[in-house]
């Protein structure tokens, strides 16, 4: 049977997962989105080579990490369960196995990326789109880097012009949630992720 990415269905549910959840996504972008928005208009008000400077652009870094970390264990958790328990947030031993390897996967992802796009920007575009769901499988498999890319490579065989549109989907709906005074993007953010893992599980089903 051969795979499938069916976009409108991902929204679809997506859309209806946000609706019925809302109260909790609002909150949960708003409690991720404004420390890092303060941090970086502190940033920005620092000398750019200044040592306060350089450790606040760290700390904003290793926040981002992290809250995409939690947006992914989120949006799997509804796929999954039809529900998330906030209070595991709060379960750093969660967090410690995947971490690492979840940050140096991400890491080496990126630059896979940025070279492409440096290169020519062809290959960059190839390389992001093909490997898009290392994230997913670095934190729902606990793969190690180079094995999570290879995973992830292997998902998108066959489909890579269906992933290419999605990521273009998703791209189009956020930049729809930007123009709204970057507010609507703590709607679209949680739809088009909630989006985003749907296709995931439906390439990798749960193990629990």
């Known amino acids: 049977m051969s795979k499938r990415v069916e976009i409108k269905k991902a929204f679809e549910y997506g859309w209806e997962t946000f609706k019925e959840n809302a109260l909790f996504f609002i909150v949960l972008m708003t409690a991720i989105g404004v420390p890092m928005a303060l941090l970086g208009i502190l940033t920005r008000e620092l000398p750019w080579f200044s040592v306060s400077a350089m450790f606040l652009r760290g700390v904003c870094w290793v926040l981002r990490v992290l809250a995409v970390m939690v947006v992914i264990l989120v949006s799997l958790s509804y796929r999954d369960k039809g529900s998330f328990d906030y209070r595991s947030?709060?379960?750093?031993?969660?967090?410690?196995?995947?971490?690492?390897?979840?940050?140096?996967?991400?890491?080496?992802?990126?630059?896979?990326?940025?070279?492409?796009?440096?290169?020519?920007?062809?290959?960059?575009?190839?390389?992001?789109?093909?490997?898009?769901?290392?994230?997913?499988?670095?934190?729902?498999?606990?793969?190690?880097p180079v094995e999570a890319l290879k995973e992830a490579g292997n998902l998108?065989?066959?489909?890579?012009?269906?992933?290419?549109?999605?990521?273009?989907?998703?791209?189009?709906?956020?930049?729809?949630?930007?123009?709204?005074?970057?507010?609507?993007?703590?709607?679209?953010?949680?739809?088009?992720?909630?989006?985003?893992?749907?296709?995931?599980?439906?390439?990798?089903?749960?193990?629990?």
């Open 89 to 144: 947030l709060g379960d750093l031993q969660h967090f410690q196995p995947i971490f690492l390897p979840y940050l140096l996967g991400t890491i080496l992802y990126s630059l896979l990326v940025g070279v492409g796009m440096v290169l020519l920007i062809a290959p960059g575009v190839y390389v992001l789109v093909k490997y898009q769901f290392t994230p997913y499988v670095l934190i729902d498999r606990g793969s190690q």
């Open 156 to 208: 998108a065989n066959g489909v890579w012009l269906e992933l290419f549109l999605l990521m273009l989907a998703i791209m189009g709906i956020n930049f729809l949630g930007v123009l709204v005074f970057g507010i609507g993007l703590i709607v679209t953010i949680p739809v088009t992720l909630l989006a985003h893992s749907w296709v995931y599980r439906s390439f990798v089903p749960s193990v629990n």
